[in-house]
Each structure stands twice: as structure tokens, then as C-alpha cells.
């Protein structure tokens, strides 16, 4: 398994010790506001036993503190293998603060120069301001705007695909 690092970060494969963090990042409102319903924790267990398996999924932290900051992963297309989504979501001490960008371009680095992706996708509502600047400033290129194609307990929202493509290297 990979670990990537950036001059403040380290992004490390999940392990079990990991999930009291998962879980409580996924059962904060603040933080899931803009990506789903908060699901029980039975569901969050099994998500959580894909992350702890899935070679692309990483936690984030600094050097210098072990806390976990957020959490950040690559989903490869079945059917075009150089292609991935990538997601990522981060506790709200560390919105704001330039953490998230740092951590996209460092996982866009490694899925050009490591796994072999040639795209990467990411989908956004439109209301999430701050996940919409993080990936304007890593360089991805909105390319479909989707309305009201997206529900988060009974609200529909507009969802925004980006796209990034591979730079030559």
C-alpha cells in the first residue's frame, strides 16, 4: 500500500484504529451536509471495512500531529481503467486552511505518475463552495452542470461534474 506525502501531509492507508475517526466524520452534519444522509453505523462499519481493503483510500494528517484531518480516495472505472472519481472529505478544523488542496494535487500526482490514470471525475453540489475552489484550484475544469439530480434527506440539489486530465509528464 502507498503512502503519499506533501510538505505538510502524510496520506496513509486506513487501519482499524482509524474508526473512531471515520465514523465520527461521517456522523457530523457540518460535514455531511454536502455529501449525504448521515447512514446508520452499521452501514458506516461496512464502508468503512471496504476503505480498510481498497488500494487508492487514504487517511490525512500533518507531519507533526496524528490526528486525522480528512479522508481521500481514488474509484477506478470498471469499465475504463484510466479513469477514477476521486472524493475526499475533512473534519471542519482543517476546511479552510489550504489542507484539502494540498491533499487533491498530491493524490491527482499519484494517480497520473503511480496508478496510470489518465482522467480523474469528481462531483460536487453546487452549494459546496469550499470542495468547489479546492479542485478550481487543482486544476479541474467543470464540464456538466446536473439539476436537481442529487437528494440529501428530501433536498434536491445541483450536482457539478470536474474533470482533470493527465498532464504530459
Given at each position: ?19 473512531r ?17 448521515i447512514?446508520?453505523e452499521k452501514?458506516?462499519?461496512l ?5 480498510l481493503?481498497a ?32 472524493g ?26 503511480q496508478?496510470?490514470?489518465k ?11 469550499g470542495?468547489v ?17 442529487y ?13 482533470l ?5
Amino acid at each position: 500500500m502507498a503512502i503519499i506525502t506533501t510538505t505538510r501531509l502524510i496520506l496513509s492507508p486506513f487501519q482499524t484504529t482509524d474508526w473512531r475517526f471515520f465514523r465520527a466524520l461521517r456522523e457530523d452534519p457540518s460535514v455531511m451536509r454536502y455529501i449525504a444522509s448521515i447512514a446508520p453505523e452499521k452501514d458506516n462499519r461496512l464502508l468503512f471495512a471496504t476503505r480498510l481493503n481498497a488500494p487508492h483510500t487514504f487517511v490525512v494528517r500533518t507531519h507533526d500531529d496524528p490526528t486525522a484531518l480528512g479522508d481521500i480516495g481514488l474509484k477506478i472505472s470498471p469499465q475504463y481503467r484510466e479513469e477514477a472519481d476521486i472524493g475526499y472529505m475533512f473534519i471542519p478544523q482543517a476546511q479552510g486552511k489550504g489542507i484539502a488542496s494540498e491533499a487533491v494535487r498530491a493524490l491527482c500526482e499519484y494517480a497520473f505518475t503511480q496508478v496510470g490514470i489518465k482522467a480523474l471525475n469528481a462531483w460536487v453540489l453546487a452549494d459546496n463552495i469550499g470542495s468547489v475552489r479546492v479542485l478550481e484550484k487543482c486544476g479541474f475544469v467543470r464540464t456538466q452542470m446536473l439539476e436537481k439530480a442529487y437528494e440529501i434527506d428530501g433536498v434536491d440539489y445541483d450536482d457539478w461534474v470536474y474533470r482533470l486530465e493527465s498532464p504530459a509528464f
